[in-house]
């Protein structure tokens, strides 16, 4: 017979040999657990410890935990057997286990799940795997009018997930956080790190871990989306305090090979009178890939560089990547002491690479960062050859991480197997350093990484859009990528100014593209220039990319870049402002309109344009040759443009001039902000 008892303040349906725990996990919010056998605390996921319910925030006759038992009754029963209220959000459970989340205020439906089938399956699902594990399905109703957002990075362009068959793994380019923002109403977790797929099509919504332990979701309940992001990060952890410099700009090539070819960068910078925050020293700084320490052959004196930047306001950032080459001088010990990854089959070699001191590609592994030994080892290298020269900013690169062939399953973790918790690993790796500097007392440094899992926020990590293409529709796609990864509670995010595979910066065309990257980038969260550009040389150790600094792209272009360095500079108190909203309430500085005016219906449907912070509408211009384009304003504002003055109807399209040398930018509701410059 099936059963319902209460369990430290939630609730356990028992049905044959599975369990199924619904309990309050924050305000408006419930945790769903279930398993065939006894439920487990031991595998890894995204959510805080469970919190106690915000002091400051109180919804009159919705707030607090109600566990109500009606006896057993039968599915057809109009009231469910139990039922769990926890301020807006209510969980109902019938007799046969299924779940039903609704507004607590008035009933109206958020998500219920869906058997698949009336005799089998019904909506979680169960297939053995071997070893005590399933491939899991957990499935929910598809509703025709329900957008969906979030679900980390993505390059499908696409800024709603609705239709959308995702794979949860990770990859260059594409992030998994597993966060869904719903146009119902709710936000929705998939709580595990496991390899797996999330469908929202029309005939159900699924999730799938193909190989787990047990079933693990968080959902919760906001009136409008910006409670949901408040109450996801609550749940997930905020994002640290942005540190001011980082407000400014980012210079990055691949690569500069020497110590010499970088300080001439940043002086070249300086005599020209440009604003430069970072300047980053890219891979094969090192001797060997593992070693973590600059080659002494080609960066002289890496304490004396760090000096002369000092003196010029410009950090540097180091790239660190989780590889190891079987030739470095820590393999040996690491291998010994269990601290890198262990494969399911053979030895521990993970991928191919062309380092140092080799002809040929060689063995590298990577590390473990779910093993706390591994975080502790490593941070000792990085602590020894980095941060003792001054240096607390870290590219974060190839930590998907980057495997050849890809088969997270046949990786084991010290957090578990490779299917169950592979999409953990860029978390963790951003977790090495973040406790590293706050052990050593440095809360002025950060990570810049290369893919993300739910919770890297609260590690300080800041990602960018990882080896993307160099052409209009890749600059588009960016667009959605950086909203969605925003709406996936991660607010400090970038691209490759101008793409990363390629870029002529004689093409005209090209010039052309860059710019117009340039304009948005300047009103990104971070304002970064990168890229591999032609002409290229073959992977190894003397490679380079072609030229990338402003004045590598003729004079018109450089004209046009410096004076969106100087709007930069302008607009860095703003960005602050922005950064500290994003710490303190979990808001992402890159926001889809809908998210300040979710009451336009037509906001929802925006996908080419975005606001920084509320006051600020930005609108790329992703089309070669155009000098307009066609911009939505939405209701319930004022708006006016931050170039002219000139003002514009809300709720309607305009087509708003946009020459060469003009990003669209419109002010909310009589905001100053210093877009043009007092000289002009």
């Not at 057997?81 to 109206?108: H, K, M, Q, W």
């Not at 053995?128 to 957990?138: D, I, K, T, V």
């Not at 494969?343 to 063995?363: I, S």
């Not at 509320?614 to 939505?632: F, H, I, K, N, W």
Request: glycine residues 10%.
């Amino acid at each position: 017979m099936n059963t319902f008892r209460e369990h430290d303040g939630g609730l356990e349906w028992h049905g044959g040999h599975e369990t199924l725990r619904v309990e309050p996990w924050g305000e408006h919010s419930v945790r769903v657990r279930a398993a065939l056998g006894p439920l487990r605390d031991d595998i890894p996921g995204a959510l805080l410890e469970r919190p106690t319910a915000r002091a400051e925030i109180t919804v009159p006759d919705l707030t607090g935990l109600t566990v109500f038992k009606n006896g057993l009754g039968s599915p057809t029963d109009p009231v469910p057997p139990a039922r769990l209220v926890n301020g807006r959000i209510t969980a109902e459970i019938t007799v046969d286990g299924l779940l039903r989340f609704v507004r607590t205020e008035d009933g109206g439906e958020l998500l219920a799940e869906r058997a698949a089938h009336f005799w089998w399956p019904g909506s979680r699902a169960y297939t053995p795997a071997g070893h005590g594990y399933s491939r899991l399905e957990q499935r929910f109703e598809a509703y025709e009018d329900e957008r969906v957002y979030g679900l980390g990075q993505r390059q499908h362009g696409l800024l709603d997930q609705k239709g959308t068959v995702l794979d949860l793994v990770q990859r260059n380019t594409e992030i998994t956080i597993p966060f869904a923002l719903s146009s119902r109403g709710y936000g929705f977790l998939w709580n595990s790190p496991a390899v797996g797929r999330s469908e929202f099509v029309a005939t159900h919504t699924r999730w799938v871990a193909d190989s787990a332990r047990q079933i693990d979701y968080w959902i919760t309940a906001g009136e409008r989306p910006a409670d949901i992001l408040r109450s996801y990060a609550d749940a997930t952890g905020h994002a640290p305090d942005f540190p001011d410099w980082a407000t400014g700009f980012w210079q990055c090539k691949l690569r500069y090979r020497t110590q010499a070819e970088l300080l001439d960068v940043v002086r070249e910078h300086k005599r020209r009178g440009l604003p430069m925050s970072v300047i980053v020293a890219d891979f094969f700084h090192w001797t060997r890939l593992g070693d973590w320490r600059f080659d002494p052959a080609e960066w002289p004196d890496p304490a004396a560089m760090v000096r002369e930047l000092d003196e010029y306001g410009v950090k540097l950032m180091v790239s660190v990547w989780p590889s190891v080459n079987r030739s470095s001088e820590n393999y040996d010990e690491m291998e010994r002491r269990g601290l890198l990854a262990a494969n399911e089959y053979g030895t521990a070699a993970h991928a191919t690479w062309v380092d140092k001191g080799a002809d040929h590609r060689v063995m590298v592994s990577f590390w473990d960062p779910t093993n706390p030994e591994t975080r502790d080892y490593v941070w000792s290298k990085v602590r020894e050859n980095y941060q003792s020269l001054g240096i607390n900013l870290w590219w974060l690169d190839a930590c998907e991480p980057e495997m050849k062939p890809g088969h997270p399953a046949n990786l084991r973790y010290h957090a578990g197997h490779g299917a169950e918790v592979a999409n953990l690993y860029p978390r963790e790796n951003a977790r090495i350093f973040h406790e590293g500097m706050a052990a050593s007392g440095d809360t002025d440094g950060m990570s810049f990484s290369r893919s993300a899992w739910a919770g890297s926020q609260r590690y300080g990590t800041a990602v960018w859009s990882g080896d993307i293409g160099t052409d209009f529709p890749a600059l588009r796609a960016q667009i959605a990528a950086g909203l969605n990864i925003g709406l996936s509670g991660i607010p400090w995010w970038t691209t490759d100014i101008g793409g990363f595979h390629g870029g002529d910066p004689d093409d005209p065309a090209y010039r052309e593209v860059l710019v117009r990257w340039f304009q948005f980038g300047a009103l990104c969260p971070i304002f970064r220039l990168h890229g591999f550009r032609l002409p290229w040389l073959p992977l190894g150790g003397e490679m380079t990319g072609g030229p990338n600094e402003v004045w590598s792209y003729g004079e018109e272009a450089y004209a046009i870049m410096r004076g969106y360095l100087d709007l930069r500079e302008r607009l860095r108190p703003y960005v602050a402002e922005q950064m500290a909203t994003a710490a303190r309430e979990g808001l992402p500085p890159m926001r889809p309109l809908f998210l300040e005016f979710p009451d336009d219906p037509a906001a929802w449907d925006v996908s080419d344009a975005f606001l920084l912070g509320p006051d600020l509408l930005v609108a790329p211009v992703t089309e070669a040759g155009a000098t307009s384009r066609e911009v939505y304003l939405p209701a319930g504002a004022h708006w006016r443009c931050a170039w002219t003055g000139a003002s514009y109807a809300a709720g309607a399209r305009h087509t708003i001039d946009a020459p060469i040398d003009r990003i669209p930018l419109l002010l909310r509701d009589g905001a100053e902000l210093p877009v043009v410059s007092p000289r002009t």
